[in-house]
């Protein structure tokens, strides 16, 4: 695999054997391009291979680093002996780690609820869905018509603001020529 050999001569070149490196990367547009819709992404088999045998290099600690679900992207990327962290680091898990957020745990029953009545106020609404991730939740607008999204955007930035002190919001990709629509 040519990539593979490269990447390999990059490292011996950067003198790794004594010293330790730490790689981490996003899936959604990093290892597997952007989906319309979460489910629709898939990791291309060259992708995996290349982190599978990154995974077992010496001096290289490899990390995915996700805003969906542990379990969803390491069910996505599925490379034994790496480290996975979903739902934006509140949740991390590999070879000698398991680790999650203790407020985030807590806070589940508040983001349950507010899935639920933010489902409620999309409903209808042309290429909007909220995904509750257990720990986080995301309102994706990404298939719905430009126009719509700044009304979407206030209904979140509303439906957040009773529970700002427990909740922060984080936005997704900025809209833009050539970037793809936020979620």
Request: charged share 25%.
């Amino acid at each position: 695999m040519k990539g593979w050999r490269a990447l390999k001569a990059f490292l011996e070149r950067a003198g790794l054997p004594g010293r330790r490196l730490l790689v981490s990367l996003d899936f959604d547009g990093t290892l597997a391009p952007l989906a319309p819709r979460p489910k629709q992404a898939r990791l291309p088999p060259r992708t995996r291979a290349l982190l599978s045998r990154l995974a077992c290099w010496p001096s290289l600690r490899l990390s995915i680093v996700s805003g969906r679900s542990l379990a969803d992207v390491k069910r996505h990327v599925a490379v034994p002996g790496i480290h996975y962290a979903g739902n934006h680091g509140l949740e991390i898990e590999g070879p000698d780690l398991r680790w999650r957020h203790a407020a985030a745990r807590t806070a589940r029953p508040l983001v349950m609820d507010l899935a639920l009545a933010l489902r409620e106020r999309v409903r209808g609404m042309r290429g909007v869905f909220v995904e509750d991730k257990g720990l986080t939740l995301s309102v994706h607008y990404r298939l719905a018509p430009p126009a719509t999204r700044p009304r979407i955007r206030g209904l979140v930035v509303r439906a957040l603001r009773p529970h700002a002190r427990r909740l922060a919001l984080a936005r997704g990709l900025p809209d833009g020529p050539g970037r793809p629509a936020a979620r």
